[in-house]
């Protein structure tokens, strides 16, 4: 009887198996450069003080700091929007009529497109200054009075 018991186990551990199922797996992904970190803050105040309407012109830009580190080769780039609208792409509206803002980048005075314009950045590594200045501006009569204006900075990390 043990004779035939073997048998039986011996003929099913060599029965071929009769189906058999494929699993095909891809593995994909994309590697990417660690952002820079920003170190001036994400929430800038601007403020002009007191300016005479006869003065607007002449009134002193004010510091926009937007300073970063950044991993070595870094690229990006920056975009500005304004939540009250644009008189043109250079200038920002703000609460009073005919009195606008304009953002100058400190590295080269041209002024940030505030209608949503890219600018890109490349080859950037350890700390970066990016800063801007502000300035007011004038398209006609103004009013007194106080006034504001915001706008958002969207940085992409490429």
Do not use: H, W
């Not at 043109?88 to 002024?111: E, P, W």
């Amino acid at each position: 009887m043990k004779n035939y018991l073997l048998a039986a186990v011996a003929a099913v551990i060599t029965v071929p198996a009769l189906a058999a199922d494929t699993v095909n797996i891809s593995v994909s992904g994309t590697l990417t450069r660690p952002p820079c970190t920003v170190t001036s803050g994400t929430n800038l105040t601007v403020s002009f003080s007191s300016v005479r309407t006869d003065q607007i012109s002449s009134a002193p830009t004010v510091s926009v700091p937007v300073k970063m580190t950044c991993p070595s080769g870094s690229s990006l780039n920056m975009s500005f929007a304004s939540t009250n609208g644009t008189i043109s792409d250079t200038v920002a509206k703000t609460s009073i009529t005919n009195l606008g803002v304009s953002l100058l980048y400190v590295s080269d005075s041209s002024a940030a497109n505030l209608a949503g314009v890219k600018k890109a950045f490349t080859g950037l590594s350890g700390s970066v200054d990016l800063s801007l200045n502000a300035k007011l501006v004038s398209t006609g009569t103004v009013a007194v009075g106080s006034y504001s204006s915001a706008l958002v900075l969207t940085i992409e990390y490429l």
